[in-house]
């Protein structure tokens, strides 16, 4: 009896770890990047390099654990992220609630492909280079001219840097 309940728990737990693995890792590197959490240093310098102004609205794309949506807010723009991993909306909301800034932050579950990003006068970004190309033909398509947007470690593959720091890319729509 020991041993059956000792298989059942170990069989659930491998079904949960893939499951874990399938939700955080494969369904976003299909659709867009894995979570890789961005260090405190090169948040610093990308907000700088935004030039954020009070009540800009921002979006981050993929926005993991909220820490980017957190440094836009408290460098004064009316933030949005979004994500698709279930647990990391969960927990950029958490992250939000605790840094006081909900009134000018928050984390929508859902997949930025099919949103409206027309509103937004700067985005952020850390995409994969398999996706950099149709990423760039929606954000022209939808970004109004003077949107700001930054991505993180990949460039756009035809679109004219504006400032570039590290691997910091600063692109402004024309």
């Known amino acids: ?3 059956e309940l000792i298989s059942i728990a170990i069989t659930l737990s ?5 499951i874990f693995i399938l939700t955080t890792v494969l369904i976003p590197m299909l659709l867009g990047a894995p979570f ?4 405190k240093t090169v948040l610093k310098r ?20 909220g820490r980017v949506v957190i440094a836009l807010a408290k460098a004064g723009a009316i933030a949005e992220g979004y994500e698709i991993n279930q647990f990391l909306v969960l927990a950029s909301r958490k ?9 000018q932050a928050s984390i929508h579950w859902k997949n930025f492909w ?3 990003l ?6 952020t970004l850390f995409g994969m280079p398999h996706m950099m190309k149709k990423l760039g033909a929606k954000l022209r398509k939808e970004l109004k001219p003077g949107t700001k947007v930054i991505s993180h470690q990949f460039m756009f593959p035809d679109w004219p840097i504006s400032q570039q720091e590290s691997q910091l890319y600063l692109y402004r729509i024309g």
């Open 1 to 3: 009896m020991a041993v």
């Open 14 to 18: 491998a079904i949960a770890i893939n």
């Open 36 to 39: 890789v959490p961005i260090d």
């Open 46 to 65: 990308m907000i700088a390099l935004l030039q954020v102004q009070p009540g800009e609205k921002a979006a981050d794309l993929g926005s993991g654990d």
């Open 95 to 103: 992250n939000i609630k605790n840094a006081g800034i909900s009134a």
């Open 114 to 116: 099919g949103q409206d």
């Open 118 to 123: 027309s509103s937004f006068q700067v985005v």
